[in-house]
Structure formats: C-alpha cells, structure tokens
C-alpha cells in the first residue's frame, strides 16, 4: 500500500507512515533485573570470556556505539571472538556503521550475523547489502528512532558492548579521557540503559572510581581491557576544516542570509549544524553577525564540531548538548567547559520521551544527497541506488526545529540533486522549509511569510521546480536507477512508521 | 553604467569551473583558451567554450574569450570557433602594436559578417605584457572602435622587465602608472593584474586598494574567493557618497539663486569636482548604494 507521501510499502511490514507522528501507548521495556555482590570482580581477562559469561546464544542481538567511526576497533574483535565461540544468526545493531566495517561481510556469509539494525551504512557493507546479501531487510533508523525503538522494546538488545575510552574496575564509563578519547558517549548510554547485560571493552582501565562518570556502574556487568579500542586518527575522522571551495563559501553565505532575515535570529536564540564545510563556514559567518547585534545563542545541539566549541569559548553560546564530539577540540571542550555538557541519545532526539532536546530547536542546518519538488529529503542512497549514507539525526532535528534549512550544491558532477522524486525518504518535505543552493534559494510553499521576508531581503529566491529545471538544463536528466523486487533496507521514520523502502540494485 | 570591478579567469578545459562561474557576481568572465589550456588541449578547450557560449545561462554577466596571442598560430582558429556565438567579447593577450588590433578588428569582422552578427558586436580587450606593448598602449587603446579595456600582466610584464614579482609590486608601480594614463587618454576602462596568492587575502586588499588609488577600474581574479574583496574595495564608501549628494545639492542651490561661484563648507567646487561627484554617484547608482545612504 501507499504510505502518506506515495511510497508503496508492502504489507506485513509494519505501519506505514502516516503524515503525523503516531501516539505511543503502554510502558516502557527495561533489562533483567540483577542483584550484585560486595567486592565482585567485574573485570575479565579477554573478550571471549567475557561472552561467555553473558550467555550470548545464537539468535539474541548485539548492540554497539559508533563513536569511534572509521577508528573503530572493538566490532571486529567482538565479533572474531563470536565466530569462535561458534555462536550464529544474530541480530546486530549498532548506532551506526562505517566504512572501516567492511569485514561485517564475512560474518554475514558465514551466518554469524542475519539481520541489522542501524542509522547507516557505507563502503563495501553498504554496496553489498544493497545487492541482497543479507537475507532479512536492514532497519535504518534516525538516532531519535533508535532510542524509541530500545525504550519501545521494539527493539530489544541482549548484550551491550560498549567500547569505553577510560572505565575503571567497577565498571564506570566516560568518553573524554585516555588515548582514545573521542567525547561524548550519547549513543551508547542508551544501550547501557536497557540491554540485558553490558560489558564495557577499554584500553584504558582506571582505580575506581573515575570521574566524571558518564555511564554509571550500575548498568555495567563486565570490564575487559583490550591494548587498543580505537585509531586516534579514525576517530576523528568526522573533523573537518574550514571549507575553501567557493561554491560552498557561497552556499554557506546565502545560509547566513537566510537565517539572518528569518525573524528567528535574535538574542537566545538555538541552533543545530552539521559538520559538513559548508556548515562551519556559517558559524564563522554568523559569529560576526552575532557580535556586531551583540546577540548571543542559548544553546547549540547535536554533535559538535571545534568550531561550535569555540562559539561556547567565546561566551557567543551559553551552552552546547552534546550527543558526539566529532574533533579533538570539541572533546577538550565537554571535558573541560561546564556549560558543554554530555547528553544521551534518547535526550537528543527520540520523539516517545517527555521532552528531547531538538523539540526546543529554533534552527537547524541539514544537508542532503537529493531533495525532491516536495522537499522529501534523501541522505541514505546514492546515485547509484546503494546505501552509502545514514539517516542520523536528519529527520529528528528537522521535525522539531522551527525552521529548517537544507545546505546542498544543486549539482553535483554530472548530477542533478534537486529531482523530481528522491530515490529514498529519509525526511518527509513536511519538515524542511527551505533548500539553499549555489544558484537559488527555494522555500516550502508551507512556509509563505518565509518567502516574503527572504524575497526582501533580496535573496535568490525561486520555486524548487525552477531550482530543479536549472539543474537538469545542465545535467540533463539521468536515467533511473534499475532496482529489483527484494527490499533490502526499511526505512522507519522517527515514530517507528516506515516512511520508505530500499530494493535491491540490479547491476 | 558598465562595470568591469572584477574580471575572473576561468579554464577554457575545466567544465565544472565553467559550469559554475557565473555564480559568484563576477562583472566580467574571462573564458580562457590561452595560458590555462596546455598546447595538446587547444581544441578540446575550444569545443568546450563554444558550447558553453551557446547553452549555459550567464545572465547579465560579461562573458569575454581569452583568446591565444597573435604570435601563435591558434589565434585564427579560436576566433572561428568562438565568434559565431556571439561571446561579449574577446581578450588578446600580449598585445604590442596599433596593427595587430586592426588586424584583429578585420579579422572578428569577417567573421561576424559570415556569421549574420551585427558588425561591431563584439567587443575588444587586450593586455599589456611587455615594454614595448606599454610603450605602445595609447595606440593599442585607440586602434579599434570595439576597444573598451586594456589590462595588464603582471607575471609576463615582469619576465619581460627581467625582475621578480612582489608582493608590494614597487616593480610595476611604473608599468601600471602609464597604463592607466594610457586608458584614461584613450577613455577605455583598465584592469589590473591578478594578485596570484589566493590565500593572503590581506594582500589582495592592500593590492586593489593601491590600484583604486592610481585610476584603475577593476582587477582581474583568479579564485572567486577574491571577487567579494575586489568588489568591496572598489565600492564607493558612505563618507564618498554622502560627499557627492551634498556637492550636487550645493550646486543646484547655487543654479536656483543665480550664483556663480559655488562652495561648500568654505571650499569653492569646480568642474573636475563636480564630475568626480558625478561619477561616485553613478556608480553608487549602480550598485544600489545611492538609496541606503539617502535614507540615513
């Protein structure tokens, strides 16, 4: 059948989304209660035995955090240890997987691993899944739907593993100190909260008790201390610099334009950025202004970069709520600035608690990897119909920011990025109210006073039919993509509803 | 009021620059078949900028076509290809004599001709490289009617004075100062060197700054980075303008009540005043600034 926004979504696979968020009922789920012993000695000698001990079976799910990105080191010695034990047919499900995932391949074709659930996927697994290796569809959720989904029990984790930069024997957790430090560890608190058994994997064990404590340890079973959890380098693989290409200096100007004369910019108030070039180059356009109108952010939300950390630094932000760092800088920043505080993901974005933190959102800035005539927003399928990307905070931030501004080129290489109908749904166009290009500006139809003040600020303002024909005068327009009739990926939005559906690629 | 503040080169081989050049607010685009086109991609350089010519959208923008010097033997070849799409303009490079812009002139001519353009459409510019090209520069200047600019190349001019390039340029300090005497005789705009270090934004303002100051009328960039700072230097400042609305308003207050002599705040106002008052008016005009400021 057809959902709200006309994608067909076969029956039997859940509820299809609706246009509105849908209202939860009943309680929420929670772990096995556990009683423990004075003086019990959490801490195990290898990965193995701490498997052994959790009573990891075939069938259950494992879960991970993706802090570490494409430095990630702990996956691929769970999951050596796994195959070894002989143990098959599980269910994982991280926050998020990398390129430096790729091997997750040959656990698939061993049996090891039958279903995934997660925000994204990339690289080799990503060109794979979306061939059909995987004999059950991969669930990819927004990190607000993850959450939801574990407090649900929609999804329900049996073992957490949870790679921790300083733990000490009692099984404390934080993400700031050690030699693979990567900031705040918003994603895996989540996991510590509701799965059965927790076994936190460090290289950098500590005297009890470290401070500060991120995830406390009465959520965490068992300690391992492994030589090395993650690269240094790997990890800061989300670090960006200030952008020099002047398409994006563009863009990131009309941005600032936009966000300048939107009537929403003015003293406390709050904002969401990417850490793409085109977003930090707003910052640094935006703290200029916020200087000469002496105006001052209330807060900043998401996963920060140095820049936004500096902007705290600076006094131009009051505080930032911090779900992942994603430099060296911003790390130093929630380690040592007070008002840079840590935040778990169910906080950030899960739409079935009482309050989360993008649901106070004046602004945020979104990229994309194709926008469609009704604003629908792709970030998860390339141009070539494989999964490539992750659904991240996008959906999230964009329902419960008031205004929400994507940033994208409107070409890139030879391709079009504002189409007629996106290959995949992400973010309904509900949510977005203006797209920013290098050659144009288009506001939702929705957003009519919006409009009005942009066309007099000045602004390149047109329709996105006329941003799309600009586009395709010079690109022309690309044959579609062929894909089959296995659904390899379902798409839920935030509520759980399934928005879209990804088939497989036909080479 | 034609402006030509920033004139931005862009590869003649490079579609995705020249795909997306019109973008940054450039005055001019300078599609470049000459030094950024290597000797074995002339022709595909050629075919690129044709069509572009012909299907891209650039707007209100001047497109002018660099096209190769005459002592080469492309420059022929890149007029046929590129004449009969009616480009705003084309930019000789190296220009040393009054001849080779008439020979140029019934060249673009016959072209036009053959091509159903209406003669005279296209327009000519040309930079100054050498000794011998500035020593000619007046002649060069008035040697077409389709003249409207004359340039200057830094990194050729100082090769050919046998001295280093700088970043204080105290070496073309003299090349520059007869050009612009030369331009201003000959009434043609003229555009100034690139500033090559695309990174030392400093640089390029001080730079553009002393080239506003000697009578230059834009610059030539190489990055569209540069273009914003260009702009902004060459953009006439509140005091300017304020300036010229009240030198303006004396004069018509001395028009009404009959009076000869004209001064104001104690200073008496004369031609070359009152023309300069003109022109900084003018140009606000263009821009939009006259408006904003007469509102404060």
Not at chain 1, 317 to 341: G, I, M, T
Not at chain 2, 34 to 41: C, G, L, T, W
Not at chain 2, 89 to 105: G, S, V
Request: glycine share 8%; hydrophobic share 40%; net charge negative.
């Amino acid at each position: 059948m057809l959902n709200a926004i006309g994608r067909e979504i076969p029956e039997g696979l859940g509820t299809p989304y609706s246009g509105e968020m849908l209202k939860p009922s009943g309680r929420a789920a929670g772990h096995t209660i556990k009683l423990s012993r004075p003086h019990e000695n959490k801490v195990l000698p290898c990965i193995k035995e701490a498997i052994k001990q959790s009573g990891l079976k075939d069938g259950m799910t494992i879960s991970f955090h993706h802090h570490l990105r494409e430095g990630d080191h702990v996956v691929s010695m769970v999951l050596a240890a796994i195959d070894e034990l002989g143990i098959r047919d599980l269910k994982l499900a991280p926050s998020s997987l990398n390129k430096c995932h790729d091997f997750i391949i040959d656990y698939i074709k061993k049996g090891v691993i039958t279903s995934i659930e997660t925000s994204g996927l990339r690289g080799a697994l990503g060109k794979e899944i979306s061939r059909g290796l995987l004999k059950n569809p991969v669930i990819i959720r927004s990190h607000g739907g993850r959450p939801r989904a574990i407090e649900t029990g929609e999804l329900h984790i049996d073992i957490a593993f949870i790679a921790a930069p300083c733990a000490d024997s009692a099984g404390n957790i934080n993400g700031v100190d050690g030699p693979s430090a990567f900031g705040s560890i918003g994603y895996a608190m989540v996991d510590a909260k509701y799965a059965d058994t927790v076994i936190a994997i460090t290289d950098n064990l500590r005297k009890y008790p470290i401070e500060p404590i991120s995830i406390p340890s009465t959520l965490v079973d068992y300690v391992v201390c492994v030589d090395s959890i993650g690269d240094p380098e790997g990890i800061m693989a989300g670090a960006v610099r200030f952008t020099r290409s002047p398409r994006e200096l563009l863009i990131a100007d009309l941005a600032s334009k936009v966000i300048l004369n939107s009537g929403l910019f003015k003293d406390g108030f709050s904002m969401q950025m990417g850490s793409g070039g085109a977003s930090l180059a707003v910052i640094r356009q935006l703290k200029d202004a916020m200087k000469e109108k002496n105006i001052r952010a209330s807060f900043g939300v998401g996963g920060i970069s140095g820049p936004y950390a500096k902007l705290l630094e600076e006094g131009l932000v009051e505080k930032l709520l911090d779900v992942q760092c994603f430099d060296l800088q911003a790390v130093e920043s929630l380690k040592n600035n007070k008002n840079h505080l840590e935040m778990d993901a169910s906080y950030y974005a899960n739409a079935y608690n009482k309050g989360c933190a993008v649901n106070n959102l004046d602004i945020v800035i979104l990229s994309a990897l194709e926008i469609d005539t009704d604003f629908n927003v792709n970030v998860i399928t390339g141009s070539d119909g494989e999964i490539m990307g992750a659904s991240g905070g996008h959906s999230d931030a964009a329902y419960g920011a008031k205004l929400t501004i994507i940033t994208t080129p409107l070409m890139r290489g030879r391709l079009p990025i504002v189409v007629d109908r996106v290959q995949t749904i992400i973010t309904p166009g509900s949510s977005i109210d203006v797209v920013v290009t290098e050659r144009g500006i288009a506001v939702n139809p929705k957003n009519a006073e919006l409009n009005e003040r942009l066309k007099d600020a000045g602004l390149p303002v047109c329709s996105i039919e006329e941003l799309k024909y600009k586009a395709e005068k010079i690109t022309g327009k690309p044959d579609p993509v062929q894909f089959g009739d296995k659904i390899v990926g379902i798409v839920e939005y935030r509520d759980g509803s399934i928005i879209d559906v990804i088939r497989n690629v036909i080479d | 009021m034609k402006l030509r503040r920033t004139l931005l080169y862009v590869p003649g081989n490079n579609p995705s620059m020249i795909a997306d050049c019109m973008i940054y607010g450039s005055d001019t685009i300078l599609l470049d078949l000459e030094d950024s086109v290597s000797v074995f991609e002339k022709d595909a350089a050629r075919f690129l900028v044709k069509y572009a010519l012909r299907y891209l959208d650039f707007s209100n923008t001047e497109v002018a076509v660099r096209i190769n010097g005459m002592d080469t033997p492309y420059w022929k070849e890149d007029l046929e290809k590129i004449i009969p799409e009616k480009p705003d303009m084309i930019r000789l490079p190296k220009a040393e004599t009054a001849e080779q812009i008439k020979k140029l002139d019934e060249e673009i001519t016959r072209i036009e001709k053959k091509s159903g353009i209406k003669e005279g459409h296209t327009r000519i510019m040309v930079s100054i490289e050498s000794a011998k090209g500035l020593k000619n520069a007046y002649e060069i200047a008035t040697a077409s009617p389709r003249m409207v600019a004359i340039a200057i190349g830094g990194e050729d001019f100082t090769a050919d004075l046998g001295v280093k390039r700088t970043r204080e340029g105290n070496e073309l300090l003299v090349a520059r100062g007869e050009l612009v005497l030369a331009a201003k005789a000959a009434k043609v705009d003229v555009i100034d060197s690139v500033f090559t270090d695309v990174d030392d934004e400093e640089g390029l303002r001080i730079e553009t700054e002393k080239a506003k100051a000697m009578g230059f009328t834009g610059k030539s960039v190489i990055n569209p980075r540069q273009i914003p700072i260009v702009h902004d230097v060459f953009k006439p400042t509140e005091e300017e303008i304020k300036e010229a609305i009240k030198i303006t308003r004396a004069i018509e207050e001395a028009y009404e009540k009959g009076s000869g002599v004209i001064s104001l705040n104690g200073k008496m106002i004369d031609k070359p005043i009152v023309e300069k008052a003109q022109r900084v008016l003018e140009l606000a005009e263009t821009l939009g600034l006259l408006k904003e400021v007469a509102a404060c």
